[in-house]
């Protein structure tokens, strides 16, 4: 079941455009073993241990058929109507959006996976806090303060373990978080193994700690998540400013005295906070995802942090109030494995869609700003043919002389070194747009097709001359094609080619401020 | 300001010893290096350096690759320990004048692809002002955008950064510099990688902050350039070779000391600079 973990190379630069799409995919296929936790298994056939390491696949699927639940009960959670749902939604969604927000900032670090290590860690710390108060008060171990404790300080010791290891070994940071994470993974396996063997060994009740069991929580349970949460909000809104700056720029914060040091470990204290409060409801498998997808996606619609930081919150408070609904209907289904089934489509969907990042939007923009260029190739290519012939046009006071010169496919395709093919895409597209018209003699320019090109030319030439002219000072980033040089350069050095390309092609006329391009351009 | 020292740096009660009787007075300079050694793992990459910059001067740090430079600046403002030696900003540790100094790193250090802009970038050096848990107001965007100006990249403020070139992303680096309103600048080769119109704009800047009474050290790699952009320099390789006047210290001697071998390219700087000394 090596779905379980996920792995540790995802740590690195999760930030690159591709790598999103390696986020994914483990999670993905960590659902499935999650998806339909049982119900407590009889204690003597079926060890945690055992169902850890092969899967659900001993508790035949086929037993635990899903119950539809009846429109009522839909209704009734939906509108929330029981106090009992509205509870543990509420504790769901707080965790959801504490999760996105101070998953943001770990992303953005590139610490996400700490977060894994922090709920890997922590299960040797159930199964010793079990043990202590099973030891000192018979029959008590499940005691969920003291369980939550013995998961918080295990989880620390793992980051402190992951921080020591980086420090002072040569061991890259992906490889000591996977030391920690299998290491305190398999001793907390080991454990549970143990306390199966004890005469009072109880582990019904541990085990939703790995797979998460929403409906099973109470309503102290569920305040002590909301408090964890708005705690985790509270602090990631107030300390929004300086936790961006530590992420963006270290050495910078540093260097203005910002304890860069204690804000790391502020933004440590809150994914630990999440993680282990996360546990209960979500499962120590999957709680990463609540941290690492929300944020992942929402990089997808934005460009600014502060965007960034609300979108994955709402991603993350819309996916656990999701898993919370599907576990409160279905019985048998893990809130966890839905709120990450819910935020995976959300991703896929980022993925494709989001307006920054997306992959159609990209392709959308990518395809239109070749269609751009051609129109204007093709318009420039017009024009530059027509130009000789402008003087012995009929002089037409009411129309543009550039429109009345009719000219023939034939005539283009010799200029340009363009495939026949792409020479009428260009000239349909043209005629659709109303740029050209189809007459006896071949083809002409219309009165916007003429205005359009006449500009487009002017513009290029006076890009050409200034490249020309003062190639040394050329503004680097400038679409020539697109941005008009009135935009970019300042008056007088515009006024100035001006002059310098109508001395050399005196036919062109060429009004000192023309329209733009294209409107809103 | 009532806390002490960080450990490590010696104790601020004795006055500054004079180093050999230069004129400059050491509480004055705008940076004064004083007996200092830098060492990375036990081996020493700076030796005794002993350095006072001149008030309201632009001054180049000259060297060859891996001679200390970036090493210098960084123990300068406590990125680096210092294995011994003292350093002051107008006679005070850097921790209680951090305001009064800029520091514009060497490119490349940060995630090109954060979810910022530039304004958002620049706004960052106001970040000291606004104080902890504010948010940044409007009233502090428009002070970033003054900067993003002054750089001539206010076209480009709502730029993801990744969006922008080498020389733009370096002169945004630069605007959130200058928006800190610091009283000397140290800046780690501000010109690499920039086309003429960035390192005109940067010149232009420089000497703006020159003519606004502040001190700036410039890493420089273009010799060419030096005698025009600069008035001081210091010439660095591991030890201190020579710091004062470019007329002075510019030579082809001092150079030849620095950079040891290369003396094809030195003798066409020395050629150079005869001619324009024989201008001057
Ligand atoms: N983090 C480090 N650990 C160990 N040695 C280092 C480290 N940084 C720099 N060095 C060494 O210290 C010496 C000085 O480096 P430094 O970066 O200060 O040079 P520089 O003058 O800035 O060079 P460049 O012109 O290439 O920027 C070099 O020999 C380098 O190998
Ligand atoms: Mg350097």
Redesign the pocket.
Same mark, same amino acid.
């Given at each position: 079941m090596s779905s379980l973990r996920h792995p540790p190379r995802m740590s690195r630069s999760l930030c690159g455009r591709r790598r999103w799409l390696t986020l994914a995919l483990p999670l993905v296929l960590a659902i499935p073993s999650g998806l339909f936790a049982a119900p407590p298994p009889p204690a003597d056939d079926h060890s945690i241990a055992a169902r850890v390491t092969t899967g659900t696949s001993g508790t035949s699927l086929s037993d635990n058929r899903i119950r539809w639940p009846g429109w009522e009960k839909i209704s009734d959670t939906l509108l929330l109507r029981q106090y009992n749902t509205r509870i543990v939604l509420l504790g769901a969604i707080l965790l959801g959006i504490g999760a996105g927000t101070v998953g943001t900032f770990m992303l953005l670090r590139k610490r996400s996976l700490v977060g894994d290590v922090v709920s890997h860690a922590s299960l040797p710390g159930i199964a010793i806090a079990f043990l202590a108060v099973e030891l000192a008060y018979p029959g008590n171990g499940r005691s969920l303060p003291a369980l939550l404790l013995g998961a918080l300080l295990a989880g620390l010791l793992g980051v402190l373990c992951t921080i020591g290891i980086r420090r002072f070994s040569r061991i890259k940071e992906d490889t000591a978080l996977a030391i920690v994470l299998s290491v305190f993974f398999g001793v907390g396996i080991a454990l549970f193994t143990i306390i199966q063997k004890l005469p009072t060994g109880q582990v019904a009740g541990l085990q939703q700690f790995i797979y998460g069991q929403t409906a099973s929580m109470t309503s102290a349970d569920v305040s002590l998540i909301g408090l964890a949460s708005l705690l985790v909000i509270a602090v990631s809104t107030a300390l929004f400013k300086e936790f961006g700056l530590l992420c963006f720029d270290e050495e910078f914060g540093r260097s203005h005295g910002w304890p860069t040091l204690w804000l790391d470990l502020a933004l440590m204290a809150l994914v630990v906070c999440i993680a282990i409060t996360g546990l209960q409801s979500v499962g120590l498998l999957l709680v990463v995802a609540m941290l690492i997808i929300p944020p992942a996606a929402a990089r997808f619609w934005t460009d600014r942090l502060g965007s960034m930081t609300i979108i994955a919150a709402v991603l993350g408070g819309l996916s656990a109030w999701l898993g919370g609904v599907a576990s409160a209907l279905f019985a048998r289904f893990s809130a966890g494995a839905v709120i990450v089934l819910a935020g995976t489509v959300f991703f896929l969907v980022s993925l494709a869609f989001g307006t920054r990042r997306g992959l159609l939007p990209r392709m959308r923009r990518q395809w239109s700003n070749n269609r751009r260029i051609g129109r204007h190739d093709l318009l420039r290519a017009v024009y530059e043919m027509l130009e000789p012939h402008l003087d012995s046009a009929p002089p037409d006071a009411s129309g543009d002389p550039l429109g009345d010169i009719p000219f023939t496919r034939d005539q283009v395709l010799s200029r340009r070194s363009w495939s026949a093919t792409r020479l009428s895409r260009l000239m349909d597209r043209g005629t659709r747009d109303g740029l050209l018209t189809a007459v006896t003699s071949g083809w002409k320019l219309t009165a916007s097709g003429a205005q359009e090109a006449r500009l487009v030319a002017r513009n290029h030439r006076l890009w050409e001359t200034y490249l020309i002219l003062h190639a040394d000072i050329a503004p680097n980033h400038v679409d020539r094609d697109a941005d008009l040089i009135e935009h970019v350069l300042e008056p007088d050095l515009v006024s100035q080619l001006l002059e310098t390309v109508s001395a050399r092609y005196p036919q062109m006329d060429m009004p000192p401020s023309p329209h733009p391009l294209e409107p809103g351009h | 300001m009532t806390d002490g020292p960080p450990p490590g740096t010696p104790s601020p009660d004795l006055p500054e010893p004079l180093p050999d009787g230069t004129a400059t007075h050491p509480s004055s300079a705008p940076l004064a290096i004083h007996d200092m050694t830098v060492a990375?793992?036990r081996?020493p990459?700076?030796w005794d350096i002993d350095y006072d910059a001149p008030p309201g001067q632009l001054t180049a740090i000259v060297?060859?690759? +891996?001679? +200390? *430079?970036?090493?210098?600046i *960084?123990a300068a403002v406590d990125l680096?320990p210092r294995a011994s030696g003292d350093v002051r900003f107008f006679g005070s540790a850097y921790h209680k004048v951090r305001h009064r100094v800029g520091y514009v790193p060497?490119r490349g250090s940060v995630d090109w692809d954060f979810p910022v802009n530039a304004l958002d970038v620049v706004a960052m050096g106001l970040y000291k002002q606004i104080g902890w848990l504010r948010p940044v107001t409007r009233r502090y965007r428009d002070k970033a955008m003054h900067y993003l100006e002054r750089v001539g990249m206010a076209d480009y403020a709502k730029r993801q950064i990744s969006q922008l070139s080498g020389g733009q992303q370096q002169r945004v680096f630069l605007a959130r510099a200058l928006s800190q309103q610091a009283d000397v600048y140290l800046m780690?080769?501000p010109f690499v990688g920039v086309d003429a119109a960035t390192e005109r704009a940067i010149v232009i800047i420089l000497q703006e902050l020159r003519e606004a009474g502040k001190a700036a050290l410039v890493?420089h790699?273009d010799l060419q350039t030096v005698p025009e952009y600069f008035d001081h320099v210091l010439l660095?390789n591991?030890r201190l070779v020579a710091t004062g006047p470019i007329t002075e210290v510019f030579t082809p001697e001092n150079l030849r000391a620095t950079y040891g071998g290369k003396l094809a390219l030195l003798d066409q700087v020395g050629h150079r600079m005869t001619l324009n000394q024989g201008r001057s």
């Open positions: - | 990375y793992h081996r990459v700076l060297g060859p690759n +891996g001679s +200390g *430079k970036t090493t210098l *960084k680096v060497q780690d080769e890493v790699h660095l591991m």
